[in-house]
Structure formats: structure tokens, C-alpha cells
């Protein structure tokens, strides 16, 4: 055992004495030391139920004969990081919740590790960190927030997060009062759990069951329902058995399970976010995966559900129409179903049993909602690396768009246009210095992609960033231009006025300039170095681009 090194031999009775300190017993010593990696934070709604979570899986370790060590990651709430200068934290936790856990496993010479994660940055730290290590392990998250209820005379409506930063916006513009926000406010998010629609914590915790670390039930049990306790139980359990099979990481993440994760990402209609998280868990398990890839996967996958933000439907409806497993069943021809999972069975062996319970919240391939995935990877002059929209929350009219550029150099000043209404129909806005170094921290906004949903502007006016967005966004928002202006890529070279043109179907996203015209505009420009300090300003130097996962340099 990996934990032979802190417990056996003569050598080792400082060891032992440390860990009798912590009521270790001789015949403890004999069994394997398993990790239990929780992100509980009492600021963060998604998380604050994670320390009962984190019990049952304890018990379930103990119970299979193990022996359980509860360490704790950091966390960030997006949502209330959102707006203010802690949105610039987000992405980078991503790093370090990755290097604490590598150095707390590796400290400590843990023989299997259970992940309690829940939220945007926390599972893709962790699940980089699994595979980083190569540690026999487990995921269980602490499942989806149900959607909050508001009553509309006799009716009562489903609503969760993303309606309130909408709402915001028809406050803004009239056409809706103050009283009504402050109503729906109280009752969109009722209680702890991830977000409720397929935002990026609920996407990566679906697609952690299609990669194979997670067992089924683990994106869609709603956090507060007694299954999901009962799935922690079963996750310490199984551990054991991971870690006696020795079924490692690296042995389950490769280029087809990155394939599978992305074909189910497509066919939810996921967040944008999956694009850089998949790519760095590529990269750390050593998998080549260009960008190209995502293309060829969407042209083949298609979109089967229709959840918030993009429909009406929210991830407790998807639990109850049969998971994901409901959803691989129905992509089955497309899967790569010899995959292993933690959970002792192939991908093909646990499809095989799943049913789909409702066929409007998971459709069928020849019923489907677009024959192509929900995700793009859009390419051109300004994004010669890349750019990525979610397709399948754009209006049908803004599929391919052509208007003059609105340049703003940062999301505050694009925000403060569409506030003041001075923004004008067919418009292209582009906001940049927001990418991974430029940010620093390539913030979400969904700030101002809510204010133009929330009073229909998202129908009539694009968005085009380095930085990224939430999975709470709808409309012809595109993400992730890479390179970045702050590495004087082509969208540093853009004014007001360029036509801008974009056709999601094609794949492609262009500025009406010659490529001499770009490198003139380039030329001469200074290094952008952003204003900060500290970690941010770590951060910074030794930040990658969004076209490579936005990772660490090596």
C-alpha cells in the first residue's frame, strides 16, 4: 500500500505515534488510508451541506474496511463572486485547488482518495488533481440545488439564479418593478446544491459520469434528496474496492473518455466552460486534444435536452427522467461504450439498464432539438485559436450575424453602455482584457449577458470577449477568443465601426479586415501588463491561453 511508507518498519514509529495522536489504532495501520478531499465552505450555498455528505462517505470507507482522513479544498461561489473585483479569483482557484490537493495526498501517502466537490472550479481542480496524481479514486459530488417556486396567481413557475441576473436587466429598462425582484430573489435558490439549471458546476458534474470517475446519479440527484447521502455511502464503498483492483486515474481518462464527456456535454446543451476544463484535464493526464476535435464531435452529436438557461427545464427534471445514463443510452451509437467507470462497469454496462422516463426533457436523436451538439468552436482573423459559444442557447435569427464593432476594453464599460441603453440594434460588442491574463482571471459575465437577455437584446446584439462567460448565459455570446488581447491577438486590433461577421453553423467568426490591415493596427503597440498584484499578479506571468485549457506554464 502507498501508505506503507508512514506506517511500516522501525523507522516509521514517529509516524506512528503522530497518527496514534489522531486515534489511529495498531490495527488501523493494517488497512488502507483513503482521503476524503471535501470543499465544504459555509459561504458557498452548493457546498455548506458537504460536511454531512462527507460523513456518509466515511462511513461507507469504514465499513468496507478503510480508514478515512477528511482535508478540506478552498471554494468560490461564482455567483456571488460575480460583478466585483473576486470574479478575477474564480478560474485561477481552479489551479490551486489542483497543487493543494496534489500536496496533501502526497504528504500524507493516502492509497485512495474520495472527491467531494460541487461547484464551477472545484470539480475540474479536483479532477485534474486526480489524474495528476494517478491515486485509485472516487467522485461524488453534492448534487444540484432544486429550482426555487414562485407563485403567478394559481401557478406556480420554476426559477432559479439565472432569472434573478435577468430580472435585473427588465428593472433597468422598466418592464419590471423593484417589489417583484426583491420576491423573486427569495425564492430562486431554496436551498443548498449547485445551481439549478445546466450551468458549469452541474455540467461538470454530469460529464464526471461520462468520463467514468463518478458513479451514475452523480450529476442529478438533487442535493437534498436522501439518494444522494446514500450515493456517498456506496462512493465510500466502492473506493475500497478501486483502490484493491488498483483502477487508476489514467487508466480510465483518455482520449475516448474525453470524447464521451464531450458527446454528452453536446447533447445537454452544457456550459462553455467544459471546453477549458476538459482541456486541461487533456493535458494532465497527457492526452493530445486539439480544439478541432469539438467540432467534429458536435457535427454528429445531437442536442437532447433543453435545460435552463436554454429551456425550461432544470437538472431535478433530468434526474427524474433518468439521469445521464437515460441520456447515454439514447448516444449509444456514438459512445465510446468500452470505457471503464469506477463504479466496476463499462459505459456499455451501465447504459444497458437506464431508461428514459420522460422523452420531452431527454429526446430522442431522431427527435432532437438540433441535429448538432450544443457547443461550437468558432474560428477566424480576430480568433485564429479559437472562440467557443454555446449554440444551442442562441436565437435561431443569431445564428449568423453581421453588425459593426462596439469596442469596450473592459466588462465594466460594456455593462455601463447597456445600463444607460446606449447600445444600438445589430451591434457586435466586443469586450477584451478579460482573457486569462489579461483579467487577470478571465471573469465570467454574466452580468452583461444577462442585462441583454433580460430585455430581449440577446436577440438582436452579439457578444464577443477574451474573457468567458457563465453557463447561466443565453444568446449569441462568444467566449474564449483566443489569443487574447492581452497577448496582442487579433481582437486587440478591432474599432468601433469594423464589421464584424459570424456564422455559428460555419464555424467561423471574422472581422472585415485584410490581414495586413490587423498587423499594421499591431504593430508598435505596448505590452499589456495588468494593473494588480499578489496572486493575480502570479497568476499572470505564468497563465497559458484559453485555447490550451488556460493552464499553468510548464
Same mark, same amino acid.
Given at each position: ?21 489522531? +486515534?489511529?489504532? @495498531?490495527?488501523?495501520? $493494517? %488497512? ?5 478531499? #471535501?470543499? &465544504? ?106 429550482? +426555487?417556486?414562485? @407563485?403567478?396567481?394559481? $401557478? %406556480? ?5 439565472? #432569472?434573478? &441576473? ?12 423593484a417589489e417583484d425582484l426583491a420576491l423573486l430573489e427569495k425564492e430562486a435558490c431554496p436551498g443548498c446544491g449547485s445551481c439549478a439549471g445546466m450551468f458549469t458546476a452541474n455540467t461538470m458534474n454530469c460529464i464526471t459520469e461520462a468520463l467514468g470517475l463518478a458513479m451514475p446519479g452523480n450529476g442529478t440527484i438533487p442535493a437534498v434528496d436522501a439518494r444522494r447521502g446514500e ?324
Amino acid at each position: 500500500m502507498l501508505s506503507d511508507v508512514i506506517k511500516k518498519g522501525v523507522g516509521r514509529a514517529p509516524h506512528r505515534s503522530l497518527l496514534h495522536a489522531l +486515534g489511529v489504532s @495498531n490495527g488501523d495501520m $493494517e %488497512k488502507p488510508f483513503i482521503g476524503i478531499v #471535501n470543499s &465544504f465552505a459555509e459561504i458557498v450555498p452548493g457546498h455548506k451541506h458537504l460536511n454531512r455528505l462527507a460523513a456518509s462517505v466515511k462511513d461507507g470507507v469504514k465499513k468496507a474496511g478503510g480508514v478515512p482522513f477528511e482535508f478540506n479544498t478552498i471554494a468560490v461561489c461564482d455567483g456571488i463572486a460575480m460583478n466585483h473585483p473576486g470574479m478575477k479569483y474564480s478560474l485561477p482557484s481552479r489551479e490551486l485547488i489542483c497543487d493543494s490537493v496534489e500536496i496533501m495526498a502526497r504528504a500524507h501517502a493516502f492509497d485512495g482518495l474520495v472527491f467531494i466537490p460541487n461547484c464551477d472550479k472545484v470539480i475540474p481542480g479536483m479532477l485534474m488533481a486526480a489524474v495528476r496524481l494517478d491515486i485509485p479514486c472516487i467522485f461524488i459530488s453534492g448534487g444540484p440545488m432544486l429550482a +426555487g417556486k414562485l @407563485n403567478r396567481g394559481k $401557478e %406556480k413557475i420554476s426559477v432559479d439564479l439565472s #432569472n434573478v &441576473f435577468e430580472a435585473v436587466g427588465k428593472v433597468n429598462r422598466g418592464e419590471m418593478s423593484a417589489e417583484d425582484l426583491a420576491l423573486l430573489e427569495k425564492e430562486a435558490c431554496p436551498g443548498c446544491g449547485s445551481c439549478a439549471g445546466m450551468f458549469t458546476a452541474n455540467t461538470m458534474n454530469c460529464i464526471t459520469e461520462a468520463l467514468g470517475l463518478a458513479m451514475p446519479g452523480n450529476g442529478t440527484i438533487p442535493a437534498v434528496d436522501a439518494r444522494r447521502g446514500e450515493l456517498g455511502l456506496q462512493a465510500g464503498r466502492r473506493v475500497m474496492s478501486v483502490v484493491k483492483e488498483d483502477l487508476r486515474p489514467r487508466s480510465i481518462i483518455n482520449k475516448q473518455a474525453i470524447n464521451n464527456a464531450f458527446m454528452v456535454d453536446m447533447a445537454l446543451g452544457g456550459s462553455t466552460n467544459s471546453v477549458l476544463h476538459l482541456l486541461a484535464l487533456a493535458r494532465e493526464a497527457g492526452v493530445d486534444y486539439p480544439l478541432e476535435n469539438i467540432n467534429e464531435i458536435s457535427e454528429v452529436t445531437p442536442c437532447l435536452c433543453k435545460l435552463r438557461p436554454a429551456g425550461d427545464y432544470h437538472i431535478e427534471d433530468l434526474d427524474r427522467a433518468g439521469g445521464i445514463p437515460a441520456v447515454m443510452k439514447n448516444l449509444k451509437d456514438l459512445l465510446f461504450t468500452d470505457q471503464l467507470s469506477v463504479n466496476g462497469q463499462n459505459i456499455g454496462e451501465i447504459i444497458q439498464h437506464a431508461e428514459v422516463l420522460d422523452s420531452e426533457v431527454i429526446r430522442t436523436p431522431e427527435n432532437a432539438h438540433a441535429s448538432k451538439g450544443g457547443l461550437a468552436i468558432l474560428f477566424g482573423n480576430i480568433a485564429p485559436e479559437g472562440a467557443v459559444v454555446k449554440r444551442s442557447a442562441v436565437a435561431p435569427e443569431m445564428m449568423r450575424h453581421r453588425g459593426p464593432a462596439r469596442v469596450f476594453d473592459s466588462e465594466e464599460q460594456a455593462t455601463q453602455a447597456i445600463i444607460d441603453d446606449n447600445i444600438k440594434s445589430g451591434e457586435v460588442l466586443i469586450i477584451r482584457f478579460e482573457g486569462p491574463k489579461g483579467g487577470p482571471g478571465m471573469r465570467e459575465m454574466l452580468t452583461p449577458t444577462s442585462l441583454l437577455s433580460g430585455t430581449g437584446r440577446d436577440k438582436d446584439v452579439a457578444l464577443i470577449t477574451d474573457g468567458r462567460f457563465s453557463g447561466a448565459t443565453r444568446g449569441a455570446a462568444i467566449g474564449h477568443v483566443s489569443p487574447e488581447a492581452a497577448g496582442n491577438g487579433p481582437i486587440r486590433a478591432v474599432r468601433d465601426g469594423d464589421f464584424i461577421t459570424i456564422d455559428i453553423s460555419r464555424y467561423s467568426i471574422n472581422a472585415e479586415l485584410e490581414d495586413e490591415e490587423i498587423q499594421n493596427r499591431l504593430k508598435g503597440l505596448a505590452e499589456y501588463i495588468p494593473d494588480t498584484s499578489g496572486f493575480l499578479r502570479r497568476y499572470a506571468r505564468n497563465v497559458t491561453s484559453a485555447s490550451t485549457g488556460a493552464v499553468y506554464k510548464e
